[in-house]
């Protein structure tokens, strides 16, 4: 079975960092661009960022370029997101998903072929 499971969420400070983890099982890691999409309380699900599986592409929405960091650990299957400098409008659920793609990503939710379960990110004093 497709697994892929979101890890590292939490509460932090504005300013703070957090760094969330996606474990992925069940399908050929290294064919799959991951990426990790976002919604907030009451609005729709929003792509943060992505990466490719063998060429390292990413992609950053505009508003976290900067301050978000993607990576990824294929020999784990594994794929990171460093999150500094945080703001409350971060605030929301965070979504890993896998879409097949060979090279480059989208970042689109709508591409996406397998999702996890979401970890709460909020950020707030």
């Known amino acids: 079975d ?6 590292g969420g939490g ?24 990426g990790w999409s976002r919604q907030a309380p009451g609005k729709g699900r929003e792509g943060v960022s992505c990466i490719s599986g063998r060429d390292g592409t990413t992609y950053y929405v505009d508003s976290v370029k ?12 594994t794929v990171y997101l460093q999150m500094n400098s945080l703001k409350p409008e971060d605030t929301a659920v965070y979504y890993c998903a896998a879409e097949w793609r060979i090279t480059g990503c989208t970042g689109k939710p709508y591409e996406y072929n397998y999702w996890g379960q979401g970890t709460l990110v909020t950020v707030s004093s």
Request: charged residues 15%.
């Open 66 to 77: 900067g301050r978000f960091t993607i990576s990824r650990d294929n020999a784990k299957n």
């Open 2 to 7: 497709v697994q892929l499971q979101a890890s």
């Open 11 to 34: 509460l932090v400070q504005p300013g703070g960092s957090l760094r969330l983890s996606c474990a992925a099982s069940g399908f050929i890691f290294d064919d799959y661009a991951i």
